[in-house]
């Protein structure tokens, strides 16, 4: 990952002395116990102090090695400014709870003696086992901290220079426990280092009205609603988020709610869950001033990122950039913008978005704000967007419609007042092995010096302020202890420099070091060979530093060999001293490891790097260790007994509200979960589960225990991934699979009835009906039990669920196992070309006693007591579009009985369905949104004798323009002759039986083109294609956004800088009319000039008329220049001049450009 580098220096010699001591006890895999035992070395003075304690001690001790302590009291009481006291191996119960401070040169420490061995529980009831109140300069390093049964991990207020290393907090997951376990509140420089989280209810950390704060190379994991919130109870400021791994398993991995001046990098976030504490399984991401940089998010089980602004707390994306980041392979989109409408300055630079939304609608990234209307407002430049599915495109969802790249890079979309997307690839990314997460480039990738500097220098000159176009790339170490800023390039990577202070506003940078640049020149981090990679690392010598940590294989068993190596790019240093954090509590050394995991669990692995300079650079990676699951085993069940642990992380209960839930124990220990209507208020009554992976092939048998009360409009809905707003309780992608006979819903019910009388039911349905509504389904994201309508709630409704169980295939017996297609397939118009054949398995299948049936839109073509090898199909009979083609397994066998906990039995029946589309009769021209000018030649294919052919017919939109027998040639139409946007292109062939085969094919007819130059200035600063407007401009222009209530609310405008003559110049290939849009102290036109050009050398004038005059408040009348253009094939560009004169620039000032044209010359 990428990571951060930074001199020796005070705030880190602990963390140094304590790695130093690691490596001089011993190399390769270490045990938890090989730890710092001595005591740190004397202050100036020779005041330290060095006390210990131990279960065993008592409090009448010296606090010696040989008579330590025992309480934590005591500790409190004793403790002075520069003592440190080592906890011996052991349990210890109460409160530490120092009532001194230290100092910058006498912190107070508080150590295990042997890593890991002392854990500190608290003293019981909901009280904290730390707390630090109004103190400073406080260490706490390698304690393990826990708590009773209702009790918290610690609580920190006011405090000052307070250092959290290698310490774990863990297993405080009563569910009916304290929400917050950590709660940090108006402090100042707080450090959390090589720590681990985990095991919590609610919340594990909240940190709210901070100022620096660092949390580096930590691993937040297993919290019910959030490992680390931020924000929510009042914004902090200036934070470092390096290193760490956010792998979420029970919920979702952080949230920042309110944070401006954030360093964000190096990260893994994975394994987000929508569970039963959190909304969703997205991490909220709500800032100013922030840059997310170096970051992996990748396999989480929804949308990972939604980064919005937030009217709520004032947070509006302003000088927000994120670069260099890998999005792949998670659950939902990638990304998620949501502006509110407000003007957010976003820039997305050169990060990978891949394989998101595998079992949806492939959407990349998502624009969409609270309210689902389409979000502007972020510009996207030099990044990669991909399914990695050859020809299959990546989705961007705007809004409520899915969009592709090649249409928001179009012209017309950018026109629209749109995000601005530039210059991004529709590209395999290449990386070295995309299966196990391995993101480096591959030496074949062509994201190689493939992407773009972050800005350029302005204007000429040297020293050690350099001017840019866009300083909110860079960090200056926002004036934390032991921070620097970044390591720069200016001009090339043989000129580094490094940042000592940003000017966001000013946009300039102090360096430590005097450098030379021109205008335009390339300011970046360093980068190798001709320009930055794209994605996380840059490879390469003299680039910038980053540790990859590669896990050989990603996904093992317990027991297994796993091999980890870090590979350093960037780093010249060949000392370097390598400490490994495997996250089962394990150290390792060397550059090279290999590990054996003993227990079953997702692993953060984290890396350090000390060099003989004293840098340190951190890395981090992940592993799984899982043993494969039994055939027969269910995905889910959860029966609410005593004994069932999980139930309240998987069920969300609580929203959306009003909700009124209770789960019911019997003297046995058996449970129920039970929902009701709260009175007075509508209710959604929701019970939700999300399970991971749930393939519906794999696991396709949902059976529960239900008790409805009578009249509940109550509802199971399947949720898919078929929604680019997972947000929705009820929307596209929700597909109601059964009802109760109140609900009215507004699709009807695919599934039976559920029987709301107030009895005990038990029922068992076959989720693979989803596939009625999405064919193609195969993975689904929950289930949700709730009324299909809120409205029709009464307080006397409700319901009680019990038994809730996933069942797999394999309880069946015998069951479909593949149906797959041979044949010729299209992957561009997914369909299947002429004659096909099946090739189906089942396993279990016994020939003569049981029999298989195929179905082709529910009409049966095949029956027989034996399995085809190959089922020959679409030899004329099936009409061009698509079927569904079910494979139905029946034996007289079998009872379909199990018992409670839904263990055997299973029906001996058994199904698969397919969506196939297939095509007798395929358009080659015009190829599906094809963008046409002029004529249009119309190409078939037909997989048809000539013979069997009685007549083709084809239309245009609602229009007949040919029907005969036999196949046209050189048949085309004028598309000069129809309106601009999309049309349709149907072909009908009947054969000689009579059946028709039909192909549709949309194009658009763009003939015609417009540009609408508001004149805004775009916020990025690099490259030629990314001017400030969307002409080219001579360097003597000034944005002017000043006073627009003296120009009609205009706040976009251009002005020359001085009096000389000054051009604009737009590409304009086609031209046919141009308007002018002008403020002026008075409405004249001399010294104003257009002219058009072939080729930008030669130009010839342009007439123009005056019109639409018109006063404004202030000094300044409005007025239009409109001109005409008959011969548009003569034209390539469009200048417009103002005239060298004595006036003021500002008396003249240019407020909108309208250029029309065609395409058709």
């Known amino acids: 990952m990428g990571l951060r580098a930074y001199p020796l220096h005070r705030g880190y010699i602990s963390i140094i002395l304590l790695l130093v001591f690691l490596l001089l006890v011993g190399k390769g895999t270490g045990t938890e116990a090989q730890v710092q ?6 202050g100036e003075a020779g005041k330290t102090k060095v006390f210990y304690v131990s279960p065993s001690g008592h409090d009448g001790n010296p606090g010696t090695a040989e008579a330590p302590w025992a309480t934590l009291a005591k500790v409190s009481r004793e403790v002075q400014a520069g003592d440190t006291v080592l906890f011996m191996p052991g349990v210890y119960e109460g409160k530490l709870a120092p009532q001194q401070s230290g100092t910058p040169e006498e912190p107070i420490t508080f150590r295990a003696a042997e890593r890991r061995t002392a854990t500190l529980m608290g003293a019981g009831g909901d009280d904290y086992t730390i707390s630090l109140v109004d103190v400073a300069h406080i260490k706490i390093e390698g304690l393990r901290i826990t708590a009773q049964t209702n009790g918290r991990w610690a609580f920190i207020e006011r405090a000052k220079n307070i250092e959290l290393t290698d310490v774990v907090m863990e297993k405080a997951d009563n569910p009916d426990g304290p929400y917050t376990l950590m709660r940090v509140m108006q402090c100042k420089d707080l450090f959390v280092r090589d720590s681990e989280f985990s095991k919590a209810h609610g919340n594990a950390i909240e940190v709210n009205e901070c100022q620096r704060v660092v949390f580096e190379g930590n691993a937040f994991s297993k919290a019910g609603h959030s490992p680390l919130q931020l924000g929510l109870y009042g914004g902090n400021k200036y934070l470092v988020i390096r290193g760490n791994v956010f792998h979420g398993a029970w919920g979702r991995t952080f949230e920042l709610f309110e944070e401006r001046y954030v360093l964000f990098e190096g990260n893994i976030i994975t394994n987000a869950y929508n569970s039963g504490r959190s909304s969703n399984a997205g991490n909220n991401f709500h800032v100013e001033r922030t840059i997310f940089r170096f970051n992996r998010i990748f396999r989480n089980w929804g949308g990972p990122l939604p980064v919005t602004a937030n009217a709520e707390y004032d947070v509006y994306l302003d000088k927000t950039r994120f670069y260099h980041n890998v999005f792949d392979d998670n659950g939902h989109f990638g990304l998620r913008i949501g502006t509110d409408g407000k003007r957010s ?31 502007p407002g972020a510009v996207f430049l030099r990044n990669v967007l991909t399914t990695g599915v050859p020809g299959r495109p990546a989705a961007i969802g705007a809004g409520d419609k899915l969009v592709t790249l090649e249409q928001v890079q179009s012209r017309t979309w950018q026109q629209g007042g749109h995000a601005q997307f530039l210059d991004n690839l529709e590209v395999d990314p290449g990386f070295v092995d995309s299966a196990n997460y391995n993101h480096a480039l591959a030496a074949e990738s062509a994201l190689l010096d493939a992407g773009v500097p972050l800005t350029k220098a302005v204007g000429a000159g040297e020293g050690n302020m350099l001017p840019v176009a866009d300083a909110a790339y860079f960090y200056d170490g926002f004036g934390i202890a032991g921070e620097v800023g970044d390591l720069i390039a200016v001009g090339s990577a043989r000129q580094p420099a490094r940042v000592l202070v940003v000017d966001y506003d000013a946009n300039t940078l102090l360096l430590d070091r005097p450098v030379r640049w021109e205008d335009g020149d390339p300011v970046s981090l360093p980068w190798a060979g001709v320009a930055p990679d794209i994605g996380v690392y840059e490879h390469g010598e003299g680039g910038r530093v980053s540790l990859q940590v590669v896990a050989e294989p990603f996904l093992l068993r317990p027991g297994e060999e796993v091999r980890l190596q870090v590979i350093a790019h960037g780093l010249a240093d060949a000392a370097v001293e390598y400490v490994w954090q495997l996250g089962d509590g394990m150290l390792a050394y060397g550059e090279e490891v290999v590990h054996r995991y003993s227990e079953e669990n997702d692993y953060p692995v984290r890396v350090t790097a000390i060099t003989a300079a004293g840098e340190i650079y951190r890395g981090t990676g992940y592993v799984v260790v899982a043993e494969p699951q039994p055939a027969e085993a269910p995905l889910l069940t959860n029966t609410f007994d005593a004994d069932d642990v999980d139930w309240w992380r998987v069920w969300k209960i609580y929203r959306p509200t009003p909700v009124q839930w209770e789960r019911i124990l019997d003297e ?79 699709e009807p019910a695919l599934g039976p009835v559920l029987l709301d009388d107030g009895e005990w039911h038990d029922i068992t349905i076959d989720v693979r009906l989803v596939r009625e509504r999405f064919p193609e389904l195969q993975v689904l994201e929950g289930m ?16 009680e669920l019990d038994e809730v169980t996933i069942l797999p295939q394999a309880v069946a017996g015998m069951y479909v196992d593949k149906v797959e297609v041979a044949g010729t397939y299209d992957n561009r118009e997914k369909t299947w070309w002429g004659p096909l054949s099946l090739n189906i398995t089942v396993p279990g299948f016994a020939e003569q006693e049981d029999v298989l049936k195929v179905l082709v839109d529910g009409i049966e073509v095949y029956r027989d007591n034996m399995v085809p090898k190959a089922l020959p199909l679409n030899y004329g009979e099936m009409a061009d579009g698509c079927h569904i083609v079910t494979v139905i397994a029946e034996s007289a066998g079998g009872t379909g009985e199990s018992d409670r906990r839904g263990r055997g039995g299973g029906p001996r029946r058994d199904e698969k369905s397919l969506h196939l589309c297939v095509a007798n009769v395929k358009i080659t021209s015009p190829v599906t949104n094809a963008q046409i000018q002029g004529d249009c030649p119309v190409l078939l294919q037909v997989a048809q004798p000539v013979s069997s052919i009685q007549n083709i017919k084809i239309m245009l939109d609602d229009k007949e323009i040919y029907s005969g027998r036999e196949l046209p040639t050189g048949f085309s139409f004028d598309t000069t002759r129809l309106t601009d946007g999309r049309h349709m292109l149907t072909v009908q062939l009947t054969n000689i039986s009579g059946t028709v085969f039909t192909a549709a094919t949309t194009f658009l007819a763009v003939n015609r083109w417009q540009i609408e130059d508001s004149l805004q200035p775009l916020p990025l600063g690099w490259g030629s294609s990314l001017s400030w407007w969307l002409s080219s401009a001579t360097s003597g222009w000034r944005h002017a956004g000043d006073r627009p209530g003296d120009f009609g609310g205009d706040a976009d405008r251009l002005v020359r800088v001085g009096r000389e003559e000054e051009h604009l110049i737009w590409e304009a290939a086609g031209l046919t009319a141009a308007t002018v849009t002008l403020y002026a102290k008075t409405p004249a036109t001399a010294g104003i000039s257009m002219a ?40 390539g560009y469009f200048r417009l001049t103002l005239s060298a004169g004595a ?12 250029l029309l044209g065609v395409n058709w010359y």
Request: net charge neutral.
């Open 37 to 42: 035992t001595t005591g740190p070395s004397m």
């Open 345 to 375: 300055d976003l820039v997305l630079m050169n990060n990978i978005f891949s394989r998101n939304n595998p079992w949806g609608a492939d959407e990349q990234i998502v624009l969409q704000d609270s309210g689902g209307k389409y979000a």
């Open 668 to 746: 046995n220990g058996n449970g129920i979960l039970r929902i009701l209507a709260p009175a007075g208020s509508d209710a959604v009554l929701p019970a939700w589960a999300h399970p991971v992976n749930w393939d519906v092939d794999q696991y396709p048998f949902l059976r529960f225990r239900y008790r409805i009360y009578p009249g509940t409009p109550l509802g199971l809905y399947l949720k898919t991934f078929y929604t680019w707003d997972p947000y929705r309780v009820i929307g596209p992608g929700h597909v109601l699979a059964i009802g109760t006979a109140a609900s009215r819903p507004a």
């Open 784 to 799: 949700r039990f709730m009324a299909t309508d809120a409205k029709l709630v009464r307080s006397s409704h409700g319901y």
């Open 1092 to 1131: 058009v050009s072939k080729d930008g050398t030669e130009w010839r004038a342009l007439a123009y008329r005056l019109e639409a005059v018109e006063r404004q408040p202030g000094d300044y009348y409005k007025f239009r220049l409109v001109a005409e253009n008959a011969a548009p094939s003569e034209v």
């Open 1143 to 1154: 006036e003021p620039p500002a008396d003249l000032q240019i407020g909108h450009v309208q």
